[in-house]
């Protein structure tokens, strides 16, 4: 039985703005359903659901995974870096 792969290029580019941020981020490229953000500890620090924007007031400086979980279902991965 085949598995039909999925198609990279047809994935939607995910992309933060600004980035390096020190206060609200902007996820284009997807409709975010969830966001979840980890710590370079991998802990899950904020979740954030349907918003395309992320507030990091009060998170420490340093570089961040968002797990952002589209509509469908689909994660995307996006890395995030605080500046303050």
Request: proline share 5%; charged share 20%.
């Amino acid at each position: 039985c085949m598995v039909d792969a999925v198609d990279e290029m047809d994935a939607p580019t995910v992309s933060l703005y600004p980035n390096p941020t020190s206060g609200l981020t902007h996820i284009e490229g997807i409709e975010a359903a969830e966001v979840q953000v980890y710590n370079g500890l991998g802990q899950l620090v904020k979740t954030v659901r349907s918003s395309n924007e992320v507030d990091v007031n009060g998170l420490p400086e340093g570089i961040y995974l968002l797990r952002i979980t589209d509509g469908y279902g689909m994660n995307h991965t996006a890395k995030m870096t605080v500046k303050r």
